[in-house]
């Protein structure tokens, strides 16, 4: 860094010179390229031209810096209170910044500033609590939309517990907010389980009936949690879910089976052989009848079932090589009709059953 460097920062004329330099001394700070001297200049500068120089070169330093973990606790303060356009980088990245300066930020700046603090990437459950409390949308999507924070399900409960008196949180949260499918799932089961007490309190049901109806009904919702666009992670985490909490069960991978969700099926038989979901796809493709029983009975689906559930993945797959735009409803259709056409003229084992489930899940419509 050179003495007219230094100069030309300070100096009321040449704009555009003034914002060169500042790039210029800026990474050559950040690169380690001044001695200890030279260091505690740069600093200087920085803490003159954040108080005397245009927006433009406060603009300028403050993003070249966001991210500079030796920035001295002033600077970064200094940038921290100017006007949004020079303190948002700041706030949203500097590693500088403490939970006490963030919530002095969140009490006494604007909406814009506090929207900034929403989008680091690390948070502390308690400024979570504080940022939650704020009317702003873009805020609560920023917070949920934060994996660290709302992708797991006790940083889920933590939000929701801090939301809980907070009327546009929750409507939020409701309206606009995509979850994670396994966080979708619990939600809806814990719901369904609240609902079904409810009900077996009002009502006199055969014992274990309503169990089972509701039983099904859930599995049944799970599946309309993923979707032809629902990347392969999320429908990976869901499986593994489901299996942690032993929801992976039979009746529901054949239920994804027959509305023709061949990810989830596949995923899923995955999970439960642990098998590779490549070298399962292959079986499945190859059309080789004995590796496809060898490959169920290690998944644990009933030997029984086995034929049956070759001629609807033979179908399926037959379906998606010549229309591979065809929807999962498009495809539960025809599979349905195709079917009933094997039912009337071969008896293979088990088939009504895999028709039956079928026929249910379109009648009800689960599919997204």
Do not use: W
Request: glycine residues 2%; hydrophobic residues 40%.
């Amino acid at each position: 860094m050179s003495e007219k460097d230094a100069l030309t920062l300070l100096d009321k004329e040449d704009s555009e010179a003034k914002v060169l330099v500042a790039k210029k001394i800026c990474s050559q700070y950040l690169e380690a390229n001044y001695n200890t001297d030279e260091l505690k200049i740069a600093e200087e500068i920085f803490r003159l031209a954040i108080r005397d120089a245009e927006l433009k070169i406060r603009i300028t330093i403050s993003e070249a810096l966001k991210e500079a973990e030796q920035l001295p606790h002033d600077i970064a303060i200094s940038l921290a209170k100017d006007v949004d356009d020079v303190a948002n980088p700041i706030i949203q990245y500097s590693p500088v910044l403490t939970d006490e300066d963030l919530m002095e930020i969140i009490e006494s700046s604007s909406i814009q500033k506090v929207i900034a603090i929403s989008r680091r990437k690390k948070l502390t459950k308690e400024l979570v609590a504080v940022l939650l409390k704020e009317p702003s949308k873009d805020v609560i999507d920023n917070i949920i939309g934060n994996s660290e924070v709302a992708n797991t399900d006790k940083g889920f409960e933590e939000i929701v517990t801090s939301i809980a008196n907070n009327r546009e949180a929750i409507k939020g949260l409701i309206n606009s907010i995509s979850l994670p499918p396994k966080v979708t799932e619990t939600m809806m089961n814990e719901v369904a389980k609240t609902m079904i007490e409810d009900v077996k309190k009002k009502y006199d049901f055969t014992p274990g009936l309503l169990d089972r109806v509701a039983g099904h009904t859930i599995e049944l919702s799970t599946l309309t949690i993923i979707n032809e666009k629902s990347d392969p992670k999320e429908v990976d985490a869901l499986i593994d879910h489901l299996y942690d909490f032993h929801r992976l069960t039979t009746s529901l991978i054949i239920s994804s089976l027959c509305i023709c969700k061949i990810r989830f099926f596949i995923s899923a038989l995955s999970k439960r052989s642990g098998l590779s979901k490549e070298s399962i796809k292959m079986t499945i493709e190859s059309g080789d009848d004995e590796m496809l029983r060898k490959l169920l009975a290690k998944a644990e689906m009933p030997e029984k079932l086995h034929t049956a559930i070759k001629v609807v993945l033979d179908f399926i797959l037959k379906k998606r090589i010549e229309n591979p735009k065809i929807t999962t409803k498009e495809c539960s259709i025809q599979l349905i009709e195709k079917l009933e056409y094997y039912n009337d003229r071969g008896k293979i084992e088990y088939l009504n059953y895999l028709l039956a489930i079928a026929k249910q899940n379109l009648k009800t419509q689960i599919f997204s």
